[in-house]
């Protein structure tokens, strides 16, 4: 005979309350430590960072990124959203941003997008990322905007419906360097109470 389930209802009511942005570069000859590093930099090296998709809670409440570092346990399983981009190839641009929109009803969700890759300058794939996140955002609320138009048109779009508050964004840049790997992160990093 089968023994009923139990559900640990603390795992189910998993929501965030809080989450900081962060970023970080970093370069050494092998290119997990490269990846390290840039996590040293952003100050979460000592977590155990798991990878979620692009929710932001209703009611999570964007805080510093100094005072995000400091409610940080190490060793702690900690969920966040990453992006991430390596190169091992002298002078390649890597990019790596997470955009973030914040929706004006703190009663909905937002939405969180990663961008990585080649060749993008800062503002690129600062704005690109933005984009999505306001994309994302901006279809769940039953905005439908044009999507050739450029994000700065876009973004008046979406500003002036009243429905989305702001959006915003963590980008970290970098060009590889001979015999060396570069990594990029971008990182919104979750916290509970």
């Known amino acids: 005979m089968n023994k009923p389930r139990v559900i640990d209802t603390r795992m189910r009511n998993l929501v965030p309350t809080k989450i900081f942005l962060t970023k970080g570069v970093g370069r050494h000859m092998y290119q997990l ?47 966040c959203v990453i992006a991430r981009a390596d190169t091992n190839e002298h002078q390649r641009l890597v990019a790596s941003s997470v955009g973030i929109a914040v929706p004006k009803d703190n009663s909905n969700w937002g939405y969180l997008s990663e961008v990585h ?40 779009v979406y500003k002036s419906s009243g429905l989305i508050i702001r959006t915003s964004n963590v980008t970290q840049t970098a060009k590889g360097l001979k015999d060396l790997w570069t990594t990029t992160v971008a990182i919104a990093m979750f916290l509970f109470d």
Not at 39 to 66: T, W
């Open 117 to 156: 890759g080649y060749g993008m300058n800062e503002q690129e794939a600062a704005d690109r990322s933005e984009d999505l996140a306001a994309g994302m955002l901006g279809t769940t609320l039953g905005l439908e905007v044009d999507p050739s138009k450029a994000w700065s048109e876009k973004e008046q």
């Open 33 to 79: 430590k490269s990846f390290e590093d840039a996590l040293r930099k952003a100050g979460v090296a000592q977590q155990n960072l798991v990878q979620v998709s692009s929710i932001l809670p209703p009611r999570c409440k964007i805080i510093s990124k100094e005072k995000g570092l400091k409610l940080l346990v190490p060793g702690e399983i900690s969920f």
